[in-house]
Nanobody, 124 residues
């Protein structure tokens, strides 16, 4: 099983980034997916989630209206489009897979598989 996150980097406030997470080794289309982030000295927190089909999405209040989660089951990839980035969005971003297909669960403990993380830094 592998989840490979990519797309992080340094961006100025107000800028955009698109994160990708490529999955292999499990039945991707049967799993809900989530994006989490962890800033230095803070706990890992839920950012966005999507159900197995892509028909339902969920967001933390702090990113609602700025971030969009999507998935392509044919490519076994989940995306996080991040717009209007703020310094408070600086963190390592992780993708995760949840066998509970409905999606949207916010506790890190329920997710079955995790990616290695990609650093997002928002700074002028």
């Amino acid at each position: 099983v592998q989840l490979q996150a990519s797309g992080g980097g340094l961006v100025q406030p107000g800028g955009s980034l698109r994160l990708s997470c490529a999955a292999s080794g499990f039945a991707f289309s049967s799993y809900a997916m989530g994006w989490f982030r962890q800033a230095p000295g803070k706990e890992r927190e839920f950012v966005a989630g999507i159900n197995w089909s892509g028909g339902s999405t969920y967001y933390a209040d702090s990113v609602k209206g700025r971030f969009t989660i999507s998935r392509d089951n044919a490519k076994k990839t989940v995306y996080l489009q991040m717009n209007s980035l703020e310094p408070g969005d600086t963190a390592v971003y992780y993708c995760a897979a949840d066998v509970f297909r409905i999606g949207g669960r916010r506790s890190t403990s329920v997710y079955d598989y995790w990616g290695q993380g990609t650093q997002v830094t928002v700074s002028s």
